[in-house]
């Protein structure tokens, strides 16, 4: 891997590449040709500047990466996945090419919705965190998407305004928090709380906004991570639910047949929302 993104350095700068510390922490140096192929054995899980080979960047530009993230969002109606991830790593495409101008960005696509319209993961966290995994393996990234994650458990969106250059409604919307990171419970939980329509242009609004939020989250995120290195750690801890079900519910515990740290408790709580609704009911 290090010598994968020396290889990357060289191909974008066009410059040679010296002691690997200098190339590792990003300073700039020569030397060039075709992007490395890293892979296993036999010409397998070959892949062009070997895995999680691409190098992030800071990004300044908060509030303009949210205004793409929004604009991205309807564009084409490419959705909240698209949004996100663009913001993102366009905003390295700008100042440093290719790799990032490569991505065929509208791959993003399939998370609106909840990937494909089955409300699953929220399109703009999938988006956010497929980002973060152009630049960190799984040990890095998934403190990321933890605190991503707790994050948007606990938040009450919308909460970024584009003001006039709203695409779908003008104005203020109304806030929930869905205490969950999955599209049907975050868009149901609002519609419901809010007696807007789940297929209302407000609703898409909403979700177009959100997306902004998660990028600007996300960006914070990023920043830091790459200011910290190796070592960063979110700040949010686990969901109290994920922690007092786990004690028994998780690895090696002694009902061991849970897994993810989703919030437990808009499923598992009892709550009117969840009783059965197959009988005795309007
Ligand atoms: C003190 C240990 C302990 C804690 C804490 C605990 N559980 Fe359990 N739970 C169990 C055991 C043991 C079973 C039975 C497992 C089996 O039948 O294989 C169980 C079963 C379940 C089941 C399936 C059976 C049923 O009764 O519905 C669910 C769902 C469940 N737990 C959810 C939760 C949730 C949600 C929490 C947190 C609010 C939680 N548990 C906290 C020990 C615990
Ligand atoms: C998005 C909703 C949702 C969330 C969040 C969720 N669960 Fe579940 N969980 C379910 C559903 C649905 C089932 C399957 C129930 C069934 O078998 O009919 C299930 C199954 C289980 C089971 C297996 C036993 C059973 O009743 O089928 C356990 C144990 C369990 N969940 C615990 C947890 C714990 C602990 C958490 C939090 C870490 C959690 N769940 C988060 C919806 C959820």
């Not at 690997?20 to 922490?25: G, H, P, V």
């Not at 698209?82 to 390295?92: E, H, K, L, P, Q």
Request: charged share 20%.
């Amino acid at each position: 891997m290090d010598f994968s993104r020396r290889a990357m350095l060289g191909a974008m700068g066009g410059l040679a590449v010296g002691g690997s510390i200098a190339a590792m922490s990003g300073n700039v140096i020569a030397a060039p040709a075709a992007p490395e192929m890293t892979g296993g054995k036999d010409g397998l899980f070959d892949q062009q500047y070997g895995l999680f080979g691409w190098k992030a960047h800071k990004i300044d530009d908060v509030a303009g990466a949210m205004d793409v993230a929004y604009k991205g969002y309807w564009y084409k109606g490419l959705g909240c996945g698209y949004g996100a991830f663009y913001a993102i790593v366009n905003d390295m495409a700008k100042k440093y090419g290719a790799p990032y101008n490569t991505f065929p960005y509208s791959i993003m696509e399939m998370f609106k919705g909840g990937f494909g319209d089955w409300g699953t993961i929220c399109g703009a966290l999938a988006g956010a965190g497929a980002a973060f995994s152009l630049f960190y393996g799984r040990n890095e990234s998934k403190p990321m998407v933890n605190e991503l994650f707790r994050w948007y458990e606990k938040t009450a969106f919308p909460i970024y305004n584009p003001g006039e250059a709203a695409q779908g409604f003008k104005g203020d919307l109304p806030t929930s928090v869905s205490n969950s990171v999955l599209c049907h419970i975050s868009v149901s939980r609002w519609s419901y709380e809010t007696k807007i329509a789940a297929n209302s242009k407000q609703r898409s609004e909403r979700c177009g906004r959100i997306t902004a939020d998660v990028v600007k989250k996300a960006i914070e995120i990023l920043n830091a991570k790459i200011d910290a290195g190796k070592d960063w750690k979110g700040a949010l801890g686990k969901q109290e639910s994920v922690t007092q079900c786990g004690a028994c519910h998780s690895k090696g515990k002694m009902a061991d047949n849970v897994k993810g740290n989703m919030d437990c408790t808009p499923c598992h709580s009892g709550s009117d929302h969840v009783q059965n609704k197959f009988v005795n009911h309007p």
